[in-house]
């Protein structure tokens, strides 16, 4: 007996301590589904300190770019400077994150060129001699756009301030200029600072041109991100003189904001009683009943009221003057054949004069165009034009 007792009591502190663990972890899993929110992943490389044709710009493009989206909510990664192994290990890394779902953005300033159609992102201590040394020594752009795609998150950006001057022209036989335009997969937005096959300034101040613009538009609440470069387009051809048009190409699906639009709150309207005098007695409130209103096209008003005030006329002249006056109506047909029955000898009575006649067009009472009001409440549905016509031609 003792041995089922105790055996009992260890399976019932099993069977509890099991419970506690799941309803703990379906705690944990409902806090966190509650509290998720769609990841946003950057990352943002800056290179400046070539050997050969140094740039001035790129590092503080990066380094602001990178600052104004941690400050939005996005997990950045910022690298300065880095070489081919760098560059590519980052991209492999931001990929794989980015399979984890969200927004991704990768963010490029520095030497940038095309060969054969190809873009290529040049890292710092490389050895670059002619163009055929390029795809073995630079960083081939479509590896971004290969991670972002196998990724199948839900939207990415990519953006290149990399159309310098080529600082290894005299070396190329080319002679190609900027960078080539790219197809950018489904859900993806490619920017350029500049039009595909130009070449874009580094700038005089601490940024370059497409970058302090960008950075001047990000900061703006409400644009949605193709109004966002369309805004940042205009900047910069108005700071170059329209010598330099960023560029963009967008497959994106939906919007994005990086300052979403502020959310417009109905207030309730409270109107405060006037004040009245001491002296003066309130009276209680008269209870009233609003006469029913049935909402229609104005253009139908006028052929509506006049309609139901001849509707049961015993004189063909009534519908004629309808006829007159509404050729098209949707009544006309109906109109025609009241004239068509009242006219045939068994049925005709012309026992109304012509100013009774006029009285019925002039018996419904003008109100506002569009709003038909009904006197007393019947307990019937008012009938829209349709449904008047549909219950007479029955």
């Given at each position: 007996m003792k041995s089922f007792l105790k055996l009992f009591y260890l399976t019932f502190i099993c069977w509890f301590s099991l419970s506690?663990?799941?309803?703990?972890?379906?705690?944990?899993?409902?806090?966190?589904?509650?509290?998720?929110?769609?990841?946003?992943?950057?990352?943002?490389?800056?290179?400046?300190?070539?050997?050969?044709s140094p740039l001035r710009n790129p590092g503080n493009d990066a380094h602001d770019i990178a600052a104004v989206l941690k400050k939005k909510g996005f997990d950045v990664t910022l690298q300065l400077d880095g070489t081919k192994r760098e560059m590519e290990n980052e991209i492999r890394k931001f990929g794989k994150n980015l399979q984890?779902?969200?927004?991704?953005?990768?963010?490029?300033?520095?030497?940038?060129?095309?060969?054969?159609?190809?873009?290529?992102?040049?890292?710092?201590?490389?050895?670059?001699?002619?163009?055929?040394?390029?795809?073995?020594e630079a960083v081939n752009a479509n590896m971004v756009l290969s991670k972002m795609d196998t990724a199948g998150n839900r939207l990415n950006m990519v953006f290149l301030d990399a159309c310098r001057d080529n600082p290894f022209a005299r070396s190329f036989r080319s002679g190609s200029k900027g960078l080539a335009q790219m197809d950018a997969p489904s859900g993806t937005l490619v920017g350029y600072a500049t039009s595909p096959g130009k070449t874009a300034a580094d700038g005089t101040g601490r940024n370059g041109v497409f970058t302090s613009n960008f950075l001047k538009q990000i900061e703006q609440p409400g644009l949605e991100i193709g109004m966002m470069m369309?805004?940042?387009?205009?900047?910069v051809r108005s700071d170059t003189g329209g010598k330099q048009t960023p560029w963009d190409v967008s497959s994106l699906e939906g919007e994005f904001y990086f300052n979403p639009p502020v959310q417009k709150q109905q207030m309730a309207v409270v109107t405060q009683p006037p004040t009245r005098p001491s002296n003066v007695t309130a009276m209680p409130p008269v209870e009233t009943q609003s006469a029913p209103v049935t909402t229609i096209p104005s253009r139908q008003f006028s052929e509506l009221g006049a309609w139901k005030a001849i509707k049961y006329s015993k004189n063909p002249?009534?519908?004629?003057?309808?006829?007159?006056?509404?050729?098209?109506?949707?009544?006309?047909?109906?109109?025609?054949?009241?004239?068509?029955?009242?006219?045939?000898?068994?049925?005709?009575?012309?026992?109304?004069?012509?100013?009774?006649?006029?009285?019925?067009?002039?018996?419904?009472?003008?109100?506002?165009?569009?709003?038909?009001?009904?006197?007393?409440?019947?307990?019937?549905?008012?009938k829209n034009i349709w449904e008047e016509l549909e219950s007479h031609e029955k």
């Open positions: 506690c663990l799941a309803i703990a972890q379906d705690s944990r899993a409902f806090k966190k589904k509650a509290g998720d929110q769609e990841q946003h992943i950057a990352l943002i490389i800056g290179n400046a300190n070539y050997e050969s984890k779902g969200g927004v991704g953005f990768f963010y490029y300033a520095g030497h940038g060129m095309q060969v054969k159609g190809v873009n290529y992102l040049i890292p710092i201590k490389t050895n670059i001699e002619s163009e055929d040394d390029i795809p073995y369309r805004k940042v387009r205009t900047g002249a009534s519908f004629q003057k309808f006829l007159k006056q509404y050729p098209n109506s949707d009544f006309a047909p109906l109109a025609r054949m009241q004239i068509s029955r009242l006219e045939t000898p068994a049925t005709a009575e012309t026992t109304e004069s012509s100013d009774t006649i006029n009285s019925r067009f002039d018996s419904f009472s003008p109100v506002t165009p569009g709003r038909i009001t009904e006197g007393r409440p019947t307990g019937k549905k008012p």
